[in-house]
């Protein structure tokens, strides 16, 4: 609401305006749009099926909200391009399907970049950091483990000053338990990333044709992208994870 209200400002306006709103997401969500960041076409063309990875992949997965908008346009101090996913309702608790959901979203970038270039860039770094955090939160704090069962190898621990509390160990962990923790981290992320491959090969087509329309515009969002994103089907193997 500051942010559009600034906006607003800025324009010699007294009241703000749906695009006000807009923009104010993305600058919260992306940063500031960086005009200046030219990509070469090659670059263009590997963030733009990155983008759309992304997009097609959460497209099919309704617990981390719809897909709004892709954008190649570089925004804040090192995104290239964005998907921006909104949620369509306020939501307080996730399953343990739809944390998996959210990795595979994550990882859609990086699948896209090994199935139409047979390499992968440094632009996925970000999303396996987040993907890999995520998978070992469900380990070892939400007790979401195959194989440990429903415990807590992380806890909250109570600060003397005003009752805050911190993220520390639990208790030194045996090197069987940590390996099984790795072991288990590692099979949610593989997992994941099958799923994402999966999606993402049995639509190629569609991720072409997306990514075409991506490259001559910059940004896909609103009812075009909606249609485009609605003919995704899910991929042959869906229950890889």
Known sequence: MNEAALLAARNQRTAVAQADF?????RVVAGLEKKSRVLNEKEKKIVAYHEVGHAMVGALMPGGGKVSKISIVPRGVGALGYTLRLPTEDRFLMDEVEFREQIATLLGGRAAEEIVFDCVTNGASDDLQRATDLAERMVMTYGMSQTLGPLAYERKSRSSFLGNGELNP?????EKTAEAIDQEVKEIVAGAHRQA???LQHNRALLDTIT???LAT??????EL??????VQPGLNQSAI
């Open 22 to 26: 807009k923009e104010a997401i993305e």
């Open 170 to 174: 639990r208790r030194s962990m045996s």
């Open 197 to 199: 491959r999966s999606i």
């Open 212 to 214: 075409g329309k991506l």
């Open 218 to 223: 910059e940004v896909l969002e609103g009812e």
């Open 226 to 231: 909606q249609a485009l994103l609605d003919q």
